[in-house]
């Protein structure tokens, strides 16, 4: 039985994937440690695994902090005091780990493998990256003015000091370390998908989405005799609150012969909404795999999650990318034909629906979503992915 680490600082999209691989490595008999923000001890725990909680950051990022208030800290000073309390708690700790596994945007996992010499898994939520393959260079060149003024922030500054001085951590530079660091980096993509996908090397493990057997209840159905077409519209936990969006969609939609399943996030009231079409289902939350098994046309923001599960269950997609890597996302999905892609600041009835009908009337773009689902379901998912681990011991 091997003890595992798994470090990890973001949000759902970071999380979600990991759920499976973690429960099949508790039934394997491995025994592992997972450290993240208190948001999920909950979900952690149920699978086995023993949970320890860190400063979380997804309250700044949510936008919920008040940069105003006394007592609230920067997203800098956060991130400062989360990696202090993880290098702490990994070279005090009275547990002595066989292995490190580490969601990428823990920039120094490799370092802290290097130093303990033992194996690290670099978890890669998004495509990954190497020098052909590079989605992160526009977010750079978008965004380059004030990653620098983060990296030359004292807070910065004062945590890179603090980790070298205690345990020879030199923390990497911005633009290398959100390439795949590990023993083996599990992405959870096919190569197929995958940007570039035969220039990686055997270290990267490409095993699709993370999908498990777990069935989750839907308060609804979709189980009809009608055969309507049905479109999911959904922007994922962090882009939810577009209330001009929804309006749209209901002027895009409401007319049409098709059901509809909206999904607002839990920070949306639905009766903000003043009349809601009758071919609308809108909910703050659904079981989104479960919506996907019924879906012909997803409408989502292309996030990588997202993106994966759609295409898993061969549903075309309407991609209006947001930021980050989601703009990459998307176009790789329009590249390859299995969706359109509309600008965020195009948005229109009129666009939405054109886009729509066009899948839905063009069975090319099945027929290219049914291959990219197909290279997913056969990538092996979490089993394959404890499989690789495990040839570490």
Partial sequence: MAKILFI?????GHFNPTIGLVKELMSRGEQVTYTAGEEFRDKIEKT?????SHTSLSSSINGHSKSDSKNSKSPMEELKEMMEEITDYVFNSKEKFDYIFYDSAFIIGSEVGRILKIPTICSITTFATNEKANIFSEVFKQYGPIIQQLVNSPVYINLAKNLKEKYDIKIPSITTAVTGTGTINVVYTSKNFQLCGESFDESYKFIG?????????LDFSLETNDKKKVIYISLGTLFNASI????????????????????????????????IPSNFIV?????????????????THGGMNSTNEALYYDVPLVLIP???????????VAELGAGIVIEKDKITPEILNQSVVKILS?????INSEK???????????????????KLK
């Fill in 283 to 299: 909910r703050n939350y659904v079981s989104q795999l479960e919506v996907l098994k019924h879906t012909d046309v997803f409408i």
């Fill in 48 to 52: 086995g695994a023993r949970f320890k």
């Fill in 8 to 12: 990890n600082l973001l949000g759902n």
């Fill in 372 to 390: 990219l689902g197909r290279s997913l379901r056969e990538a092996g998912g979490y089993k394959k992915a404890v499989d690789e681990i495990l």
């Fill in 322 to 332: 947001q930021s980050v890597d989601q703009p990459a996302v998307a176009n790789r």
């Fill in 209 to 217: 989405p993370s999908i498990s057997g777990r069935k989750d209840e």
């Fill in 244 to 275: 001009e969006f929804y309006e749209n969609c209901f002027k895009a939609f409401g007319n049409m012969d098709v059901t509809v399943i909206m999904s607002i996030g839990k920070d949306t009231d639905i009766n903000i909404f003043s009349a």
């Fill in 362 to 366: 063009d069975n090319t773009f099945r």
